[in-house]
C-alpha cells in the first residue's frame, strides 16, 4: 500500500507503506466509541489493583497520524479487550493529522504507570498497537516521523515491572515482534509474519483487515484467545485470497503461562 493508504501496509520508512489495508465491507463493522481527540489525549492513568481480584490493564495505540483507521482501531480495540477481559482498565493514545500523544516516550510512561498500579502475581498487562510496519518496527508519526523497534518495545515492557503480558500488533512485518517478545510470561499476537505485508489502512476505514477479524469478530464470539486467534487468522487469510492478496500469515507466539492465568478464575 502506498502512504495515501491504498493497498499495502508496511514496506519501510523509505518505501510505500501501508498497514492493513484497502476500502472493507463498512457495513459489517460495528464502529467504536468516539470520544473526542482531547478527551483521549487526557485519559486518566490507573487505579491500584485491588487484591485477590485478577485485572486486565489495557494500553492501546494508534502510532500513525497519517490515516485515521489507527486511531479508531486503537479506541475499537480498547472497547471491546475491556469487554473480554476480568476487571479491565484501559487508557487509549492516537496521532492524527493534526498531531498527538502517542509517542514512544508516552507509550514507555503508559506502560510504566500500568505496571505500577498492578499487582505483579495475578494482573495482566495488555498492549495493543496498530500503526505502518516495517522489517524494523512500527513508525511512529505525531508531526515527525520515528520508529518503534521490537528491542525499544521489550526494554519498555521490562521497565514496566508487569510480569504478566499480552502484546497485539496490527502491522505489515508484526511478526519480528514476536521474534524478541515472546516467551512463556508474554502472549505475542501479530497482523502479519515476519516478511509479509498486512492490508486495511485506508484512510476513514474503521479497522484494518486484521482488527475486524480479531478485536470486530473473533474475540465477540470465541470463548479463549487463542480460539479467536485461530477465527481471525481464517476470516482474514480468505479476505485476502479473495482480494487477490498473498496472504499476511499472522502469528501467535509464548505465553502459555499467561494463557494458564486467563484460565483459572478467582
Request: hydrophobic residues 45%; contains cysteine.
Amino acid at each position: 500500500m502506498t502512504k495515501a493508504g491504498i493497498r499495502v501496509r508496511g514496506a519501510s520508512a523509505a518505501l510505500a507503506l501501508v498497514l492493513l489495508g484497502l476500502a472493507c465491507p463498512m457495513a459489517a463493522w460495528a464502529a467504536p466509541p468516539t470520544p473526542s481527540a482531547a478527551a483521549s489525549l487526557t485519559a486518566p492513568g490507573f487505579t491500584r489493583s485491588k487484591p485477590g481480584v485478577r485485572e486486565a490493564y489495557i494500553v492501546s495505540f494508534g502510532l500513525f497520524g497519517g490515516q485515521s483507521v489507527f486511531e479508531s482501531e486503537a479506541r475499537g480495540a480498547a472497547q471491546i479487550l475491556s469487554e473480554r477481559l476480568p476487571q479491565a482498565q484501559s487508557l487509549v493514545r492516537f496521532n492524527s493529522k493534526r498531531g498527538g500523544a502517542a509517542t514512544p516516550r508516552a507509550l514507555a510512561d503508559a506502560l510504566r504507570a500500568a505496571g505500577a498500579a498492578m499487582e505483579p502475581s495475578e494482573d495482566i498487562l495488555v498492549v495493543a498497537l496498530t500503526s505502518h510496519g516495517s522489517p524494523d518496527g512500527l513508525e511512529v508519526t505525531e508531526g515527525r516521523a520515528g520508529l518503534l523497534s521490537p528491542r525499544m518495545l521489550k526494554g519498555m515492557l521490562d521497565a514496566s515491572g508487569a510480569t504478566y503480558r499480552i502484546v497485539v500488533i496490527s502491522a505489515c512485518y508484526s511478526g519480528v515482534f514476536a521474534k524478541v517478545l515472546a516467551d512463556p510470561r508474554t502472549l505475542v499476537i501479530t497482523a502479519a509474519a515476519a516478511d509479509r505485508p498486512s492490508f486495511g489502512c485506508e484512510d476513514g476505514a474503521i479497522w484494518t483487515y486484521f482488527g475486524d477479524a480479531f478485536y470486530n469478530q473473533a474475540l465477540r464470539r470465541q470463548p479463549t484467545l487463542e480460539a479467536a486467534f485461530a477465527d481471525a487468522k481464517r476470516l482474514v487469510t480468505e479476505r485476502e485470497r479473495r482480494q487477490g492478496y498473498k496472504p499476511s500469515n499472522p502469528q501467535i507466539a509464548g505465553g502459555s503461562l499467561v494463557l494458564g492465568l486467563l484460565e483459572r478464575r478467582h
